[in-house]
């Protein structure tokens, strides 16, 4: 803190017990600023207060816990031998609870769709996984390096129900219903690369904010991409994806595919009627 702003922050709190003195009108509202700071509390301050309340309060004496003491989230309590020791206060009990409410609702919002899209390939006919991780492979950093590998896991994976290996038509779809992740997926070009590696398309399926509204455009999505959108629920295709040849799935996928359980069929019960037949 500039020496200016701590000088002011002292006189503020003298001026308190000393009703004559006065701050000049241009210092006021800084020094004001100061002593009754309004601070932003976000994820850093969320994830600090949630690893305190499950551990036994010792204090780390970095920036986001001042913040934390200053909004009114943490507490300090003194032991008997003189140590201190952080509690997280009845207020940040229930800042936690309002954070993870909001969570629980994006997550179960993002899980909603990716079954929708999941159940929509099972229909059309294809095997579908759900978060499965898979192994892709990235064009090297500059001429002249080796390939990079790296592990992604697309929400939904799918390939056609097939015995011919050059009929699978692998594809990644990717699901978003918030704007801020999609807006951070799109500035990560080598995820957006693997999947391209893994899939012979690769879909982005957008659904809608709180108030309904459509949480991007087809436009945003670069244009190796497909696009659906979730609209009066019903997912509608903006913009089709360009579909890339792949002859075959490397051995690792393979693998991957056949520890996973893939997305039950809507027709599964119906062939154990077969054995039951004669």
Known sequence: MPARIAQ?????????SSPE???????APLAEAVVQPVIPLGRTHARRL????????????DMVEIELLAGGMLER?????????????DAGVAWLAATLAVNR????????????????M??????????LSLRAQL???AEGEKARWCMVRPDVFSIRNTTVETYLEPIVHEIKVKRSDLLGDLRRPDKRGAYLDLGGECWYVLGCDAKGRPIGAADEIPVECGV??????????SRAAPRRARQNLPLGVWMALAKATPVAGVNDGVQGLLGECG
């Open 8 to 16: 002011n922050a002292f006189l503020t709190m003298n001026c308190v």
């Open 21 to 27: 003195n006065s701050l000049p009108a241009a210092i």
């Open 50 to 61: 949630r690893e305190i309340y499950r551990s036994a309060g010792w204090p780390c004496q």
């Open 77 to 89: 309590v003194a032991g008997p031998a003189g140590h201190e020791t952080l509690r997280v206060s």
């Open 105 to 120: 609702s994006s997550l179960s919002a993002h899980e909603a769709l990716v079954e929708r899209v999941a159940c929509e």
């Open 122 to 131: 099972v229909r059309a006919g294809r095997i579908a996984w759900r978060t």
């Open 139 to 141: 064009p090297p950093a």
């Open 228 to 237: 659906m959108q979730l609209e009066n629920d019903r997912l509608v295709v």
